[in-house]
Structures are given as structure tokens and as C-alpha cells.
């Protein structure tokens, strides 16, 4: 089994910054992908980004594309999703995701983490 356990999410500002860190922990072999979901409320959960082990990344996000970052520290088994410029919009629970392969489908999903929320204020 793999544990993960986000951290970093918080309160900012519109143009403001955070990075959420996700720990994995356990059997590692199956954080062959290391993803982003994200939900907002009365939405449902969608992809933000992923990353393979030894950092192949897709962004599933348009509205994302440019102002976020997603990367690992495979060392670590821990990814990161650097998220700048958030707007109001950006406003969610944001979940970090892990298993062989890299699906933007929730139902693909093998482990998931807690979630973390963030809150974007204008």
C-alpha cells in the first residue's frame, strides 16, 4: 500500500503563491505517477497535472498552463505542484494522486491523499 500526505495548501491573495508538497510513503513502487486533482465546490474532482518518476509531465489544465508547475524529488518520492498568479477560480481541495500509470480520470486513481485546501481571495 502507499500512504500520501499533502501539505501546503492555505489562504492568499489573488496573484499570490503557494506549493503543495506531497509525501508518499510505503510501498513506493506504486508512485510510478505522482498527480494533481483538484475540486471546487459543487464541482467535480478534475486533473491539474501529473509527473512520472524521473519528471516526464502533462498538464490537463488549460486555465493552469503557465502559472503552475508540477515536479518531484524522486529521491524523496515527493511532488510538488508550484502554483503562482492564483486567481479566485483556482479556489479548491486540491488532492494529490499516485499509482503506475498517469490517468487524468478520477476512476483510474489508485491511492489518494487527504487533499489540502486552497483559497484564493480577490
Known amino acids: 500500500q502507499l500512504q500520501l500526505v499533502e501539505s501546503g495548501g492555505g489562504s492568499v491573495q489573488a496573484g499570490g503563491s503557494l506549493r503543495l508538497s506531497c509525501a508518499a510513503s510505503?510501498?513506493?513502487?506504486?508512485?510510478?505517477?505522482m498527480a494533481w486533482f483538484r475540486q471546487a465546490p459543487g464541482k467535480e474532482r478534475e486533473a491539474v497535472a501529473s509527473?512520472?518518476?524521473?519528471?516526464?509531465?502533462?498538464y490537463d489544465l488549460d486555465f493552469v498552463k503557465g502559472r503552475f508547475t508540477i515536479s518531484r524529488d524522486d529521491a524523496k518520492d515527493t511532488a510538488y505542484l508550484q502554483m503562482s498568479s492564483l486567481q479566485p477560480e483556482d479556489t479548491a481541495i486540491y488532492y494529490c494522486?499516485?499509482?503506475?500509470?498517469?490517468?487524468?480520470?478520477?476512476?483510474?486513481?489508485?491511492?489518494w491523499g487527504q487533499g489540502t485546501q486552497v483559497t484564493v481571495s480577490s
Open positions: 494522486a499516485a499509482g503506475g500509470w498517469c490517468s487524468p480520470n478520477v476512476v483510474d486513481v489508485r491511492f
Open positions: 510505503g510501498d513506493t513502487d506504486y508512485s510510478n505517477c
Open positions: 509527473v512520472y518518476r524521473r519528471g516526464s509531465s502533462r
